[in-house]
């Protein structure tokens, strides 16, 4: 240890020490252990219990540095891929993407308009879209597009079995009834609108990463009040909690995947029974993903917010249920949604409260809640930086990283309500009950 970082960390051995009730006093004389003895510690009577609030402090900062740190060495781990044309003489190979559509009129027209501009052979690419049972204009608005593209089928749902959910349903019959002459699937949620060049770029690191399943993470367009304040905040607690590391690591029998974009081998979809497989679940995403995985076969989410672009939700009222319905899922299950939503509203409110509560028992002459402050508002600093900061890569108004705590707040509740919803079989989407 070189000498500026031993002063370093004797300074704060001290400040702990200090906080303890433990004071270095310097000792005059001959000390216990002869002459020259330095420093001893004592026990000051006046100090006799340890100083909460300083404790709280230093806890408090060693926590957020180490959850940014973390959050950024899990960030490196995703490669950001950009836009990139196939190579002069290159075949791509032929490819089906298939979008499963309930109640989509607001978003099928333009996920379609973007799919037709691909820059990908046009021999050699099919669109399939899947009408499950929608009660508004889907179907009409595809069967327009597709009597000027015979690129685009539609397709209707069967009547949903017994046991089944409604996406993976779709997403299975449309792989009964499409020719067995495409060698990829890609899975494409109508929320999405893909840049010109996007699946020709994810069929390239596809198929040079050998990889049995590439899913992309979109970039988010954040509108109204509710996107701004829950999805910033909920994309920073699945990068502090996630060991991504240990996830994304081919010996994992875990996965990453996002549904709104899964390009796929269709044998190795074949070779592990299809979405049969994973008929029950509501996040068939990552569970499908789990399953390749546990076969062998090379899964892998990478940043995608360069070619695809997507607004999930418009408001509550779309916002709540839909994260509701899976945020258990995302989490990890009952005990660690619970475990994580607890920490985020404490933390987050900490940032605010624990600095306020140092200043006011300093100025009330408590030598030791001045000594808190320090770490505290280093702390509370760190916090807000790195959501003010994130204001600028979700193009929202930097107003919003001063409100992170109302975000992990009503994040909680609905991760509550996500819990309630599973506990007594009331998941509910897009007009359908799932026991």
């Known amino acids: ?190 929320d999405i609108r893909a840049q010109p060049l996007a699946l020709a770029t994810a069929m390239q690191l596809a198929q040079a990463s050998a990889l049995d399943l590439l899913s992309l993470a979109p970039r988010h367009e954040l509108g109204s009040v509710a996107e701004r304040l829950i999805i910033p905040c909920g994309l920073y607690v699945l990068g502090f909690s996630l060991d991504r590391v240990r996830i994304q690591a081919p010996e994992s029998g875990d996965a990453l995947c996002t549904g709104q974009f899964m390009l796929m081998r269709r044998e190795a979809y074949r070779q592990v029974g299809g979405y049969e497989r994973v008929c029950g679940s509501i996040a068939e995403d990552l569970d499908f993903a789990r399953l390749l995985k546990r076969h062998g076969f090379k899964v892998r989410l990478e940043d995608g917010s360069a070619v695809l672009v997507t607004r999930m939700y418009t408001g509550w009222g779309t916002l709540w249920p839909g994260f509701a319905k899976n945020l258990v899922d995302m989490l990890g299950g009952t005990a660690r949604t619970l475990l994580t939503a607890l920490s985020a509203v404490v933390l987050s409110w900490a940032a605010v409260l624990l600095p306020v509560m140092d200043a006011t028992a300093c100025h009330g002459g408590g030598a030791r809640a001045c000594l808190a402050l320090v770490p505290a508002g280093l702390g509370s600093a760190a916090a807000f930086a790195l959501h003010l900061v994130g204001t600028r890569h979700f193009a929202i108004p930097i107003w919003y990283g001063l409100t992170f705590p109302l975000g992990y707040t009503a994040g909680a509740l609905i991760a509550l309500d996500s819990i309630r919803r599973r506990l007594f079989h009331q998941v509910e989407w897009k007009g359908r009950t799932y026991a």
């Open 1 to 190: 240890m070189d000498a500026v970082s031993g002063r370093a960390v004797t300074g704060f051995g001290q400040i702990v020490a200090i906080g303890c009730g433990i004071v270095p006093r310097r000792s005059h004389g001959r000390g216990r252990y002869g002459q020259g003895a330095g420093v001893r510690a004592i026990i000051d009577p006046t100090m006799h219990r340890a100083d909460p609030l300083l404790i709280a402090s230093l806890l408090f900062l060693a926590i957020v540095v180490w959850l940014i740190g973390r959050a950024l060495r899990q960030n490196a781990v995703f490669v950001r891929i950009d836009a990139r044309a196939a190579p002069p003489g290159s075949l791509l190979p032929p490819l089906t993407v298939i979008v499963p559509a309930r109640n989509e009129s607001a978003n099928i027209d333009p996920c379609l308009r973007s799919l037709l501009a691909q820059e990908y052979p046009a021999q050699r690419l099919r669109f399939a879209v899947i009408d499950d049972d929608s009660q508004d204009d889907t179907a009409a608005i595809v069967a327009s597009l597709a009597r000027s593209d015979a690129r685009v089928s539609l397709l209707r749902a069967p009547p949903l079995p017994a046991g089944w959910k409604g996406k993976v349903h779709a997403c299975w019959y449309a792989l009964q009834v499409l020719p067995a002459d495409t060698e990829w699937l890609c899975f494409i949620d109508a």
